[in-house]
């Protein structure tokens, strides 16, 4: 395989074990060493609360800095938890408690399973009518969620104890009488440690990547296969049931709810611990939240803001302005990491898999039929009336001028747009109906006319998102860290370096996307259209913004593409790549189909001379 | 008669306030949800104009004691200038950063508001000395206080006067554009800056009127008054399809009178 650039190029090495350990370890030692170094009871609560707020800041983290979904609501899911287990463990069971404080052992968990039931189904009842929502209407929504779940605390009397709210819900304590806050600070340290090592297994899990994904290109991330709409509903559960989850704690550790526990005000504050913290970072929330909370608790002693306790608000706000103004990321602008799997050392055999869906093709047989498409956008017409096949063993070139509805035709075969009338069938499937997630599945991969990666990822999670179909599966899975569970994922990473060496750049798998040079990213771009196995490949204008000698090297790949028996479609304006590497060309004008043909036909074809240079051009 | 009639003056005031968060939705594709704070500083700018004496961070502080209609012009200079600011140092840097940035700010800009009045005026309800119109009007059998009439007339002339400058004057027609497409209004000729910050002011102004008609029906002003106005105006906004003037309006006095019986809401909750 050539090598086409200059520069030497710098082969990472997989990153050293060791480093990954040193945030989880100090928090850990910081966490553990707490208690004893804190000066005082009253500290040690603060202490417990702060890891509350770690953990809620942690799940409102899956929503807005993951997924990117603003939720200003976030609080009902917490409230939900607290009330859960206050309504368990006074009502259901407080006979039983009174009786013997031992049973919280088996009572706590049930109360556990409850919240996060009931917190996810609230999840999926907001997450649901927003999943159609732009992120402003998003907000209302979310604002208006939250406070009907806090006027119906307010008034559900029977059942919530309206504004009295509960009391004498049973300590953190297996035994009767008081409880030193150690113990509830060490139970409640337990729980925030199994929530976050879940969360960031999720988030180094397809998972994890198919949200950042949607928010960095949510087009893009439905063409890789990722079913959009469950995932942005999966973060709403996730994200529920964690405010769920630390709610029973919570409310366990005050031992009273009442409707006045919640304010709207702490919604703005745990948003705002996330954006001070950085969003979309691991460490980032988890981070502000801490320094928030002892803040706070020290703010309290000083006697102008135990006078005005809008101060305190205030100040937050303020930073939060300040903040996204200067520094958006937020304090901690540590990497998220969207995969525990690392490479090799080596760069592996350059081999792309086969689709797996459906038998081998004889050569010449139809993969993919287009028949009388129509594409209609208001009063344009884009495709009049578009018929054509692509066949197994050829690269077909699609050309005309601009406007011609090439790429128009692209998208409606990619299942971004849907075609006003006409079939197309993939391997006898008809697909025009489809969404993009589910042509991907069927075969069909496509890349864009300008790149379009996750530029906030490197290049193997990038290529790993094009392998999501085959790593997605049973969401409990992915809460685990134990490496067992992932074998999948170690598989993956070696078909992704194989393809990365396939398209020749597995030298930079490591690198941020939005660090690569053009061609490097074309090449990365195409690496993962092929990570998801296709059948049949659709290149948009691969080589705009190309040198000579890259596009000659690209006209080689293309042709190295179809030998590993993947059709290709190829849009390009760059007459000398289309017309040498193409089999077949159909020339597209004005939405109609003027010739179809080899290129040494097309060249001299009266009606594609006419199109590009005009009647008089003879 | 009566109920709907209250509802109607509620809901003019919930209107203004649809109309700016609509306007300011057309030209930047955001929602202001600092309006609701904008709204009750419209309404304390014109108390502290009218009042001999007022309380400000805690001190007794001699007031101008002015004229009604001319703490009316303090209240809305008020309101507008503190638009105009924030749009200036909190907005206008994040210009083209993404959408979730914006409404992030937009929250804060509001809370920071909040609490600025809180410390200005206390957290408790301020009362707002309304002016003598004399005898409920008896108009169809029912009993109307004057001032709803004045605050549904003010509501709908204000609104209409707004309507008017958006589709006749140059500025309008710059509004227009830019809310349409803002590169190909600055490729016109556009100064898309300072039409923004115009539409601004203008929203602005219109949330001020909303708060001091509030303030003078309901008989107070408070730090916490614009939270639920503001909620509902924007579902009225959303209601009459949000971008549009006369839709945002007509949204809002169809909240106002959907309403169960506005004039028993003594005072928004205070805990939020």
Redesign the interface.
């Known amino acids: 395989m050539s090598n086409t650039h200059t520069t030497p190029i710098v082969i990472l090495k997989p990153e050293l074990g060791m480093k990954r350990w040193i945030w989880p370890g100090i928090f850990l030692i910081l966490g553990l060493i707490a208690p004893f170094i804190l000066p005082g009871d009253k500290w040690i609560r603060v202490a417990a609360l702060s890891l509350v707020y770690v953990a809620l800041a942690s799940g409102l983290n899956i929503l807005v800095g993951l997924t990117g979904l603003l939720d200003l609501g976030f609080i009902a899911f917490f409230i939900v938890g607290a009330y859960t287990t206050a309504i368990f463990t006074v009502r259901s069971f407080g006979p039983v408690l009174e009786a013997n404080p031992a049973a919280l052992m088996w009572v706590l968990p049930i109360s556990v399973v409850a919240a996060i039931v009931l917190a996810g189904i609230a999840g999926t009842i907001i997450g649901y009518p927003t999943l159609r929502a732009r992120g402003d209407y998003l907000a209302i929504m979310t604002l208006a969620f939250g406070e009907i779940v806090r006027i119906v605390s307010i008034n559900w009397t029977d059942f919530t104890g309206g504004a009295v709210g509960i009391r004498n819900i049973p300590p953190l304590s297996i035994s009767s009488g008081m409880v030193p806050p150690t113990v509830t600070y060490f139970v409640l340290f337990g729980i925030v440690v199994i929530l976050l090592v879940a969360l960031a297994s999720l988030i180094a899990s397809p998972v994890g990547r198919a949200w950042v994904a949607i928010r960095e290109d949510e087009l893009v991330a439905s063409s890789m296969g990722i079913r959009t709409r469950r995932y942005k509903l999966l973060a709403y559960v996730v994200g529920a049931s964690t405010a769920g989850v630390i709610g029973v704690f919570f409310a366990h550790m005050n031992q009273f709810v009442n409707p006045d526990s919640f304010t709207l005000e702490d919604n703005f504050i745990v948003l705002s611990l996330v954006i001070l913290g950085g969003a979309g970072t691991f460490w980032g929330p988890i981070t502000g939240a801490v320094l928030w909370i002892f803040f706070q608790a020290v703010a309290k002693d000083i006697p102008l803001i135990q006078s005005h306790p809008e101060f305190r608000t205030g100040f937050l706000a303020l930073i939060v302005i300040v903040l996204m103004l200067l520094r958006p990321g937020g304090i901690v602008s540590k990497r998220l990491e969207l995969t525990r799997a690392r490479g090799g050392a080596l760069p592996p055999q350059g081999e792309v898999q086969p689709f797996a869906g459906a038998a081998p093709k004889a050569t010449g047989e139809v993969v993919l039929a287009v028949d009388r498409l129509k594409q209609v956008f208001g009063g344009l017409t884009a495709l009049e009336s578009v018929t054509f096949q692509l066949r197994h063993g050829e690269i077909l070139g699609l050309m005309g001028p601009n406007g011609a509805g090439k790429s128009t035709l692209l998208n409606a075969i990619s299942g971004v747009t849907r075609a006003t009338s006409g079939t197309i069938e993939a391997d006898g499937e008809r697909i025009e109906k489809l969404e993009s997630s589910a042509v991907s599945t069927r075969g069909i991969a496509r890349t864009f006319q300008t790149v379009r990666l996750f530029w906030d990822m490197t290049v193997l999670e990038n290529l790993l998102v094009g392998g999501h179909t085959r790593l997605a599966g049973f969401l409990p899975k992915f809460l685990s860290p134990f490496p067992f569970v992932r074998r999948g994922e170690r598989a993956t990473v070696a078909e992704a370096e194989a393809v990365l060496s396939f398209v020749d750049v597995w030298e930079i798998r490591d690198r941020r996307a939005s660090s690569l040079d053009a061609y490097q990213q074309r090449r990365v771009e195409i690496a993962r259209a092929l990570m998801t196995r296709p059948r049949v490949l659709l290149l948009d204008e691969p080589a705009a913004g190309l040198n000579e000698s890259e596009t000659r090297d690209l006209a080689r790949l293309i042709s190295r593409i179809r030998e590993q028996h993947i059709d290709v479609i190829l849009i390009e304006h760059d007459m000398d790549l289309l017309m040498g590497v193409s089999d077949r060309i159909v020339v597209l004008d004005h939405g109609v189909i003027i010739a179809d043909g080899p290129p040494n036909e097309i060249r001299k074809n009266p009606a594609v001379l006419e199109a590009y240079l005009g009647s008089d051009a003879k | 008669m009566q109920e709907i009639i209250n509802g109607l003056a509620v809901g003019g005031i919930y209107g203004l306030l649809a109309v700016a968060f609509s306007v300011v ?1 057309g030209v930047l ?3 202001n949800f600092a309006f609701g704070e904008i709204f009750m500083f419209g309404a304390f700018g014109a108390l502290v104009a009218t009042q001999t004496n007022t309380v400000i961070a805690g001190n007794s502080v001699p007031g101008a004691a002015l004229p009604t209609w001319l703490a009316i012009v303090i209240g809305l200079v008020v309101g507008s200038l503190i638009g105009w600011l924030i749009e200036r140092v ?1 907005y206008r ?2 210009r083209n ?5 914006m ?3 937009a ?3 509001s ?2 508001l ?3 009045a ?2 200005l005026f206390g ?1 408790a309800q301020v009362p707002v000395a309304r002016p003598e119109l004399g005898d409920p009007l008896i108009i169809l059998g029912a009993r109307v206080q004057r001032i709803d009439l004045v605050v549904l007339g003010v509501a709908v002339l204000v609104t209409l006067a707004f309507w008017a400058v958006i589709r006749f004057t140059p500025i309008g027609r710059a509004i227009r554009a830019t809310a349409e497409d803002k590169d190909a209004a600055r490729l016109m000729g556009v100064g898309v800056d300072r039409v923004i910050s115009t539409t601004f002011v203008l929203g602005s102004a219109m949330a001020a009127i909303a708060g001091i008609l509030y303030s003078q029906r309901y008989g107070f002003a408070a ?1 916490t008054m614009g ?1 639920i106005p503001a ?1 509902k105006a ?2 009225a906004a ?1 209601l009459g399809g949000i971008g549009s003037i006369p839709g945002a309006f007509v949204g809002g006095l169809v909240l106002g009178v959907s309403s169960p019986r506005p004039t028993c809401r003594k005072a928004p909750p205070t ?2």
Request: glycine letters at 2%; hydrophobic letters at 75%; aromatic letters at 8%.
């Open positions: 939705y594709g955001m929602v909190a840097p994040l950063a993404p959408i979730l940035s409404l992030i700010t929250i804060a800009v809370m920071l909040r609490a600025v809180t410390f957290a730090a939270f909620l924007l579902v959303v805990a939020m």
